[in-house]
């Protein structure tokens, strides 16, 4: 995946649930916007990859409480997916989904899982 998307992505989080699939325009308020690190994914183990490096937003763009992420290389979607708290099962967790706008945003983990690994 991470060669697919290309060095740098930028990761949104927004409100709401996310669209069916990355083909679909995108929904929600952005909450916040990450841009990712040049090699932003860890080498993978048993069947998924992990992030790599520090996922933060020093500044929330706006209130609200995330719901879906998506990860773009320019105006190209490659991934999307739900966020919960820490702890609360989504492919992407964040530590606080209810966010102020100005507050800093931090991503404590994302994995991608290949299918049937």
Known sequence: MEV????????TLRSGPPPSDCSQSDS??????????SDWMAGAATGSKALLGLWRDLSADAAGTVGHFRIHQGS????????????GGGAMTLDNPVLAAG???????????AGGA
Do not use: D, N
């Open 103 to 113: 507050q800093t945003v931090t991503v404590t983990s994302f994995s991608l899982s």
């Open 76 to 87: 190209i979607c490659h991934v999307q997916g739900e966020v919960t708290e820490t702890g």
């Open 4 to 11: 697919a998307v290309g060095p740098s992505p930028v990761l």
């Open 28 to 37: 929600g308020t952005v909450l916040a916007t990450i841009a990712l690190p």
